[in-house]
């Protein structure tokens, strides 16, 4: 990725930075929730964007897919309804994204921009996102998108780029058209020095050194294949409480519900997260259900992240965040499945295949 | 499943990396449903939970735009209730209106409501999605339809098309068994009837137990199937049915010589978007939504069972 420009703010001026952003623009970025769980929301201050977060519990997914969105209102008469459309979504930066976190946007972006239907509430909201991703040097414990091939320092897909230098200093490096159209706000700082230069090269150099053998994620969508009848989904759906905890908390999983929101004649039809942890997910009006037991759930899980979706997407719906290993109430861990995953292969009986 | 071509992609992050394009957008917003209004409703059955509902576009140019084929379907909207996903029961040249047969289930929102409405009811319909039946291959072919029940829906969209004066010399001969429990219990029973008596087309009804005023045929569908013997020469099948239909119809099919290429099947999921988007409609790595809902027999062999 060519680089326009690199400033350097220091860390009492971050706050000046952030404030400068959120003129004219929603900011979501991670913060503190009152129970002081790291979290993406949107700021209401810019001291309150929080660096020491790594990966914030709740992902920035609502960004461009929030909790609860209205498609359109509506008014009823007898023998008459009015359909209204939502007004056009206001400028907003993404700030502080974890380098999994913005694959996983690009993992939202393949699925919602695909034909037949590409889809329009959420491709209005990402054409107006910037996305400031930042760089770390350090895993929490959960993390393993290293596995998955993603450096932690890495900028691709990043509309500018954060950084971290010593003392807390931050470089912004500024990527494409949209991070050099937030000029205003980083145009105060100075531009980086040659010490600063090579202290981000070192420590690209070093992330990089640090992914030694990703996961062969073909290998695991070939595996997938050939163990649908495998009594490994007998076994890792045990402990699972159906909470449904680790999909509205994955930065990629991206089911949702239709539901009615209805007060007299007046109402609107939203969009509401969802999971295929559910029971009723996928449970027809005739009472039928194609999912009947947390089983087929658990299985339905790993198959879209890593089978379903490579097979149609070349791209995995898991970036290795690891959110949903930190959540599980039954400690669940989707690594350990990995690896079962890609060792059943060699002992997979025919009878094992779909 | 996946190509040849798809299996040796590298699905690395950090290989073949592609930049994303985050400018694309669309000012179609495929969640607004088309205005349309209810002309007739039409009690299908003696039970009375099965409805045909004939709906006209409020802006005629939306038929137009609503352009589908035989077998795909749309979505129902009615503001305040919901949306269910039905398959569209009369043919592409029915170009004033189209019409949905829809059964009513005590846990569904939308057909309940549906079939509480009366004509001039406004509603909206989404669409049209899926792909519907393979028409370019079945030209010049003996066309074999079966179906039980209420499933008939699609297929009775199909018998219309087919029977279209600019259509019918495009396919052979046309085959239809067609069951239902009772005689009280057949769909479209004015239109059968009128199809029984033409030449053009065989129809062969019949329905589970002997009933007093029935003169047709008794038995199940799979044993009529076996009985009438439709030959697999040069032959499509569409087959749409209740599972317990398909699971027995299916072998006697095979026993005839029916080719699992050239069998077709619809299925039916809970959906949402319609549009491949919410998640909850794949067999396996097949969406019903935007890859269905046909499938040739062949191609849902090779699926999970999960359906």
Request: aromatic content about 8%.
């Amino acid at each position: 990725m060519i680089t326009k420009e690199i400033r350097i703010i220091p860390p009492a001026e971050m706050p000046v930075f952030v404030g400068a952003l959120m003129q004219g623009r929603k900011v979501l970025a991670p913060t503190r929730n009152d129970d002081g769980l790291c979290v993406f929301a949107w700021l209401t201050a810019p001291e309150h964007a929080d660096w020491a977060c790594e990966i914030p519990r709740v992902p920035p997914k609502q960004a461009f897919l929030p909790r609860t969105e209205v498609l359109f209102r509506y008014h009823r008469e007898k023998g008459k309804e009015t359909v209204s459309p939502p007004a056009p979504p206001e400028p907003q930066v993404v700030l502080g994204l974890h380098p999994c976190d913005v694959q996983a946007v690009k993992v939202l972006d393949t699925v919602f921009s695909a034909e037949p239907s590409p889809d329009q509430p959420y491709l209005a909201r990402r054409a107006v996102t910037t996305l400031i991703g930042r760089g770390f040097a350090d895993d929490e414990s959960f993390v393993f998108c290293r596995e998955l091939g993603i450096d932690p320092m890495d900028n691709r897909d990043c509309d500018a780029f954060l950084v971290p230098l010593a003392a807390g200093r931050m470089a912004l490096e500024i990527l494409t058209d949209k991070g050099a159209a937030l000029k205003q706000a980083y145009e105060r700082f100075p531009p980086a020095g040659a010490g600063d230069l090579a202290a981000i090269a070192e420590a690209r150099k070093l992330s990089a050194a640090r992914i030694t053998q990703p996961l062969d994620m073909a290998a695991i969508q070939r595996n997938l294949e050939t163990i649908f009848n495998s009594d490994l989904w007998d076994r890792i759906h045990e402990p699972c409480v159906g909470c449904g905890a680790c999909a509205f908390l994955c930065p990629t999983c991206h089911c949702f519900d239709i539901q009615e929101e209805t007060r007299g004649m007046d109402g609107a039809r939203v969009r509401v997260w969802d999971t295929c942890q559910f029971d009723l997910f996928t449970r027809h009006a005739s009472g039928h259900n194609p999912r009947t037991s947390q089983k087929e759930r658990s299985r339905q899980r790993i198959m879209h992240k890593f089978s379903y979706g490579v097979g149609r997407f070349h791209i995995p719906f898991c970036v290795g965040c690891g959110r949903c290993i930190a959540v599980c109430p039954a400690h669940n861990d989707v690594r350990q499945i990995l690896k079962e995953i890609h060792d059943l292969a060699k002992t997979a009986k025919p009878q094992d295949r779909v | 499943m996946t190509s040849p071509r798809r299996r040796s992609h590298k699905i690395e992050f950090n290989h073949g990396w592609t930049p994303m394009n985050t400018d694309k957008t669309t000012k179609t917003n495929p969640y607004i449903p088309y205005p349309v209004t209810i002309e007739r409703v039409i009690v299908e059955n003696e039970a009375r939970d099965i409805k045909t509902f004939r709906l006209v576009f409020q802006n005629p140019e939306d038929r137009k735009r609503f352009d589908f084929r035989v077998g795909q379907f749309a979505e129902l909207s009615l503001l305040g209730f919901g949306e269910s996903p039905i398959g569209i029961a009369s043919s592409p040249l029915d170009r004033d209106y189209v019409e949905f047969t829809v059964k009513q289930y005590p846990a569904g929102v939308v057909t309940t409501e549906l079939h509480n409405a009366e004509p001039g009811r406004p509603m909206g319909i989404r669409g049209p999605m899926g792909n519907g039946y393979p028409i370019e291959k079945m030209a010049g072919k003996n066309i074999v339809i079966i179906s039980g029940g209420f499933a008939v829906t699609t297929l009775r969209a199909m018998i219309r098309y087919l029977l279209h004066p600019d259509i019918r010399s495009s396919v052979k001969n046309i085959t239809v068994i067609y069951g239902a429990r009772s005689p009280g219990e057949l769909c479209y029973k004015e239109e059968f009837a009128e199809w029984s008596k033409r030449k053009d087309i065989a129809v062969i009804l019949t329905v589970d137990n002997q009933a007093p005023e029935w003169k047709g045929r008794v038995g199940f569908v799979p044993a009529v199937v076996a009985d009438v013997k439709p030959s697999p020469l040069d032959a499509v099948c569409l087959i749409c049915g209740p599972p317990v239909m398909l699971k027995y119809t299916i072998p006697e099919l095979t026993k005839l010589g029916f080719k699992s290429e050239d069998t077709y099947l619809s299925f039916e999921m809970r959906m949402k978007c319609g549009i491949g988007k919410c998640g909850r409609c794949n067999i396996g790595p097949k969406y019903v939504c935007i890859d269905g809902p046909v499938f040739s027999l062949a191609e849902v062999s090779a699926l999970p069972a999960e359906y």
